[in-house]
């Protein structure tokens, strides 16, 4: 009986782990005005990429829990290495919200 309990505990896990729509992909703030889209890319390694981002480059990401981290590099007049964590309010297959210090942006997969 204990061996069917845990069985059915594991694969009630996993089935609920596999409803959670994964953050890898390519992610774009909608651009209300026609400009270019810009966000990132999420890839499956681990590494990260900006797209038509000025002065960011992002290099590296992690999710822990409901946080995304983001690792860059800020590529202005001063470059400096950043870490930036974002609350994951919402995550479906097609959209991401994410929040920082009260504000939310919304982006879309492409």
Known sequence: MKRFLFFTLVLTTLGLMSCTPSAVGTWVEASDNGT???GFTLNKDGSAESLNMN???????????????????NTG?????????????????????????GYTVTYSRK
């Open 55 to 73: 002065y960011v480059e992002f290099r590296s990401w992690e999710k822990k829990g409901d946080l995304l981290i983001l690792k860059g590099v």
């Open 36 to 38: 270019q889209e810009h």
């Open 77 to 101: 007049s001063v470059k400096k290495e950043f870490s930036d964590t974002m609350k994951i309010e919402r995550i479906t297959k097609t959209d991401l919200s994410l929040s920082q210090a």
